[in-house]
C-alpha cells in the first residue's frame, strides 16, 4: 500500500470533508481546483491509506443509549492486549492507551445502569491484567468536534 501525500491539495480536501463529510466530488473539485475525477481518485487514495474514513456522526442519546460513560482502566501486563480484548466489545466506541492515573481510558455507551453494570462487572473487569476501573458518567456532551484541520 502506498501511502498518501499529505500535499495542501489533500489537507484541504480533508478540512473540507471534515466540515461536510457529504460534499460531493463535484462541490470539492470547485473548492480545490481540480477534475472532478482527479478529486474522487484523491480521497479513495486517503479512505485506502487511513488517513482519514467518511462515517455519519450519530447522538446515542437519540438511538437508545441512555447512558455515556468514559472509563480510567489499569492494568497489569501487555496493555495492547488488554486494549486490543476491551475494543473488541461492540459497546466500547474509543480506546486510547495513555500515560498517567489509568493506562486506557475506554469510552462506552449502554442502554442504561443495568447495561452498564454488566459491561463493567461481566466484561470490563473481566479482561485478563485489568486491576481497576473508575467510571466517569457523562451528564451533558458541551462540546464534541472532529474540524481540527491538519498540519
Request: with cysteine; hydrophobic share 50%.
Amino acid at each position: 500500500m502506498v501511502e498518501p501525500v499529505l500535499d495542501d491539495v489533500n489537507k484541504l480536501i480533508i478540512e473540507q470533508l471534515q466540515r461536510d463529510g457529504r460534499l460531493s466530488y463535484a462541490a470539492l473539485a470547485k473548492i480545490v481546483g481540480l477534475s472532478e475525477a482527479a478529486v474522487r481518485q484523491r480521497v479513495q487514495r486517503l479512505l485506502d491509506g487511513g488517513v482519514m474514513q467518511i462515517v455519519a456522526v450519530t447522538d446515542p442519546l437519540m438511538l437508545g443509549f441512555a447512558r455515556q460513560v468514559m472509563i480510567g482502566i489499569k492494568v497489569t501486563g501487555d496493555l495492547r492486549a488488554a486494549a486490543d480484548a476491551i475494543a473488541a466489545i461492540p459497546e466500547v466506541d474509543y480506546v486510547v492507551i495513555c500515560a498517567g492515573g489509568y493506562d486506557l481510558l475506554v469510552e462506552l455507551v449502554c442502554t442504561d445502569d443495568d447495561h452498564l453494570l454488566h459491561l463493567l462487572n461481566d466484561t470490563i473487569r473481566t479482561v485478563p491484567g485489568v486491576t481497576a476501573t473508575e467510571t466517569f458518567v457523562y451528564l451533558k456532551l458541551a462540546k464534541q468536534t472532529y474540524a481540527w484541520g491538519t498540519r
